[in-house]
């Protein structure tokens, strides 16, 4: 017996069953009133399906959720949760489409949607009273819209603010504890400052290399400690960004061998997915069938259509 023999992979009732204990732990909930008093099962109709005695609606539990309007069976969806929260560093669109034998375009848009249940929208501030949070930027890939000559008055995208013409991604992660990255148009020290300002609890001690991105915001709170790294220093007793470089080297390895193609307008995804595994990783004590289970909680109130609704 493996993980993958579970009856919620091949049966379609058992994956019904399955997403309804994590998405309705106490009880059917009707998607259109809000009602959890009364219902009527109709599963002999249809799998999973029943009617509100309230406001006389069908749904089922896929209705305002991800799996909303899709045509693809719930215990193939299940599939695709596992592969993606059980592979570190993602699993492609093509190989989803040739292990559950769906069009790449049905993978494709699978994935973009499981991401966006990954994503947390967390806003509680990272740290506190001493707890270490490090900060750094990194970039990746070129912008799909970068001017071929600098005009007039242009400030020049040099030293002190990345490669020019890359995607900037900021990132916070907590030691110990969680991360959280960001897509910025360009890592100034007023985005970048921002950033760090409005996610970390000022109590919190800073941790960041010497970028200047980070001298100003870095006084706010109880202290800011800074590594050199062009100096060759990487760490200085408790000082050092080793812990944010490790989640920028799975994320890069991921884009690079398993995405190699990402559009910039869905790049905030991506990070979403990479910022969930980590947050969800063995050893804060989350297994492969756990995090599986986290993602799938996330499904709920979140939808992604191919087009924005009229």
Same mark, same amino acid.
């Given at each position: 017996?493996?993980?993958?023999?579970?009856?919620?992979?091949?049966?379609?009732?058992?994956?019904?069953?399955?997403?309804?204990?994590?998405?309705?732990?106490?009880?059917?909930?009707?998607?259109?009133?809000?009602?959890?008093?009364?219902?009527?099962?109709?599963?002999?109709?249809?799998?999973?399906?029943?009617?509100?005695?309230?406001?006389?609606?069908?749904?089922?539990?896929?209705?305002?959720?991800?799996?909303?309007?899709?045509?693809?069976?719930?215990?193939?969806?299940?599939?695709?949760?596992?592969?993606?929260?059980?592979?570190?560093?993602?699993?492609?669109?093509?190989?989803?489409?040739?292990?559950?034998?769906?069009?790449?375009?049905?993978?494709?848009?699978?994935?973009?949607?499981?991401?966006?249940?990954?994503?947390?929208?967390?806003?509680?501030?990272?740290?506190?009273?001493?707890?270490?949070?490090?900060?750094?930027?990194?970039?990746?890939?070129?912008?799909?819209?970068?001017?071929?000559?600098?005009?007039?008055?242009?400030?020049?995208?040099?030293?002190?603010?990345?490669?020019?013409?890359?995607?900037?991604?900021?990132?916070?992660?907590?030691?110990?504890?969680?991360?959280?990255?960001?897509?910025?148009?360009? #890592?100034?020290?007023?985005? @970048?400052?921002?950033?760090?300002? =409005?996610? +970390?609890?000022? *109590?919190?001690?800073? &941790? /960041?290399? %010497?970028?200047?991105?980070?001298?100003?915001?870095?006084?706010?709170? #109880?202290?800011?400690?800074? @590594?050199?790294?062009?100096?060759? =220093?990487? +760490?200085?007793? *408790?000082?050092?960004? &080793? /812990?944010? %470089?490790?989640?920028?080297?799975?994320?890069?390895?991921?884009?690079?061998?398993?995405?190699?193609?990402?559009?910039?307008?869905?790049?905030?995804?991506?990070?979403? *997915?990479?910022?969930?595994?980590?947050?969800?990783?063995?050893?804060?004590?989350?297994?492969?069938?756990?995090?599986?289970?986290?993602?799938?909680?996330?499904?709920?109130?979140?939808?992604?259509?191919?087009?924005?609704?009229?």
């Amino acid at each position: 017996m493996s993980v993958l023999s579970q009856p919620y992979f091949h049966d379609e009732a058992a994956a019904f069953a399955h997403v309804e204990k994590i998405l309705w732990p106490a009880g059917p909930v009707c998607p259109h009133c809000g009602n959890m008093e009364k219902h009527y099962d109709l599963t002999k109709t249809r799998i999973g399906l029943r009617k509100c005695a309230s406001c006389r609606k069908q749904f089922t539990v896929r209705v305002g959720t991800i799996f909303e309007s899709s045509h693809v069976e719930l215990h193939k969806w299940l599939q695709a949760v596992h592969l993606m929260v059980a592979s570190k560093k993602g699993i492609s669109a093509h190989q989803l489409h040739r292990v559950l034998e769906v069009t790449y375009k049905t993978a494709w848009f699978m994935a973009h949607r499981l991401r966006e249940a990954m994503r947390s929208g967390d806003l509680a501030p990272m740290g506190g009273n001493g707890m270490v949070v490090e900060a750094d930027e990194t970039y990746f890939g070129k912008t799909e819209e970068q001017p071929t000559v600098r005009t007039s008055g242009e400030p020049f995208k040099g030293k002190g603010k990345g490669p020019a013409g890359k995607r900037a991604v900021v990132g916070l992660v907590e030691r110990g504890g969680n991360v959280r990255t960001f897509h910025v148009d360009k #890592a100034t020290k007023v985005q @970048v400052g921002q950033i760090v300002a =409005e996610n +970390v609890n000022k *109590e919190t001690v800073l &941790n /960041t290399d %010497e970028s200047r991105l980070y001298t100003e915001v870095g006084t706010t709170f #109880a202290r800011h400690d800074r @590594v050199r790294h062009t100096a060759g =220093e990487y +760490v200085r007793g *408790e000082a050092y960004t &080793n /812990t944010i %470089e490790g989640v920028f080297s799975i994320f890069k390895r991921g884009m690079k061998g398993v995405y190699q193609h990402c559009s910039e307008k869905h790049l905030h995804r991506y990070l979403a *997915e990479f910022d969930f595994r980590y947050n969800n990783r063995v050893a804060l004590g989350v297994n492969d069938t756990a995090r599986a289970g986290n993602a799938l909680a996330g499904a709920k109130g979140k939808r992604l259509t191919y087009r924005p609704a009229c």
